[in-house]
């Protein structure tokens, strides 16, 4: 039976987010449909919105950083049950494109998605949902497997952040970039994605992970998520502070540098701020003109000379069916932060507030709880 609910929409390019009723169907074959408990609030919600829709059609439910309980489910589904507890992952691998024919998930080419199921009832037009997942709203329609199961101790208001910022960053340090025992880190950027860089470092047992960020209270919270030193990157050039922190009798420079930012520059940073042989990885969403320049012939920065190789991470590569557990283990067991990230909880009526505190340094994730 088709249900109603409210959602935070983009109505229109240009436009603040606007609290809608809208209509959810019923979920189609191999869908579920979720009754949202808390979502995140990323950065890509704000980018998405920035970009004007980044090409997907309005209006446009946003949040993509969802927990909640299973609600209805579509026809086929066995593997979950209606009141089931869930977290959305809104890159389920798809099992046919080349990545997943040849048994590597982790990099499939695109995810399952649901069909449009959302409509904004005052005209029925139906809506897009952000990375097919659509979380600033009380319901919203998944494919099945995009709704990871979790353990019933496991509170949604937390587990929430596993989806997107938590993954994205732990998974980049963990999966896309395998860290190293012993190694040096450097991540540019200490929002909940940066932060999560720095625990997946921590957890990988990185010898030195320092902090970029050009907010103090970023690199204070940073230093409590296990980073063990700060850069302020308004204070100075983070490349040559970086090398200076990690001088070795060999020109300096760390084994792995995390950008997560979204600002191209933080990219040429990262890459430029390696030893030699090192791997920079950039995490931050990009905007369609967005361009790094890569020198290739410096002695010690160049790309040719310093061997540095550039990365990129979707998700922190990650298998939400197995990553997702074992993160919210990790918290359960106390070895992940997750309370510590939540600095506000907020209504669907804040969205807008919560983008705007964005551009302050005092919020590390604003977390909606329906
Ligand atoms: N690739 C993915 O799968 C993926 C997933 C989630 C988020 N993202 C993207 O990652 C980025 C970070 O997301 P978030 O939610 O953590 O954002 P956020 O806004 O919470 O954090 C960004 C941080 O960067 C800092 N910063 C700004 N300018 C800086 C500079 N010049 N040098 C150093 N630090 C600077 C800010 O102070 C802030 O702490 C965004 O671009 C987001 O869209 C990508
Ligand atoms: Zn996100
Ligand atoms: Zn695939």
């Not at 320049?293 to 990365?311: E, F, I, P």
Request: aromatic share 6%.
């Amino acid at each position: 039976m088709r249900i109603e609910g409210q959602a935070a929409v983009l109505n229109e390019a240009g436009r603040e987010v606007e609290v809608e009723e809208v209509t959810v169907d019923d979920p189609g074959p191999g869908e579920v449909r979720v009754k949202l408990a808390a979502s995140g609030v990323c950065h890509t919600d704000l980018t998405v919105k920035n970009l004007l829709g980044n090409g997907m059609a309005f209006p446009i439910v946003l949040g993509h950083e969802g927990a909640g309980y299973v609600e209805a489910l579509g026809e086929g589904v066995t593997h979950l049950a209606v009141g089931d507890p869930v977290v959305l992952a809104y890159r389920a691998p798809c099992g046919q494109c080349p990545a997943c024919q040849r048994g590597d998930p982790r990099h499939c080419y695109m995810a399952l998605r649901p069909g449009q199921r959302i409509q904004r009832k005052r005209d029925g037009a139906l809506c897009s949902q952000v990375l097919r997942c659509g979380t600033f709203s009380t319901y919203t329609v998944v494919h099945s497997k995009a709704a990871i199961k979790m353990p019933k101790e496991m509170p949604l208001d937390k587990a929430c952040l596993i989806a997107c910022g938590v993954v994205t960053g732990v998974g980049a340090a963990m999966n896309t970039t395998p860290v190293y025992a012993g190694a040096r880190v450097a991540v540019i950027g200490c929002g909940g994605v940066g932060l999560s860089v720095i625990q997946g470092a921590k957890l990988q047992h990185a010898r030195q992970i320092i902090a970029v960020d050009v907010s103090e209270n970023k690199l204070k919270q940073a230093l409590e998520f296990g980073a063990t030193h700060t850069v302020n990157a308004s204070a100075g050039d983070p490349v040559a502070l970086v090398r200076a922190l990690t001088e070795d009798g060999w020109d300096g420079g760390v084994e792995f540098a995390f950008e997560a930012t979204g600002i191209p520059k933080c990219t040429e940073q990262a890459i430029k701020m390696l030893s030699y042989g090192g791997t920079a990885t950039t995490i931050g969403f990009p905007a369609a003109e967005d361009a790094v320049t890569l020198n290739l012939g410096d002695m010690s920065t160049g790309v040719y000379w310093n061997k540095a190789g550039l990365r990129v991470s979707h998700c922190g590569d990650a298998l939400p069916s197995h990553d997702f557990p074992l993160l919210a283990q990790l918290y359960l067991d106390g070895k992940l932060k997750l309370d510590e990230m939540v600095t506000t909880t907020i209504t669907l009526n804040d969205v807008n507030e919560a983008f705007e505190a964005m551009h302050h340094g005092d919020v590390l994730r604003s977390v909606i709880l329906f």
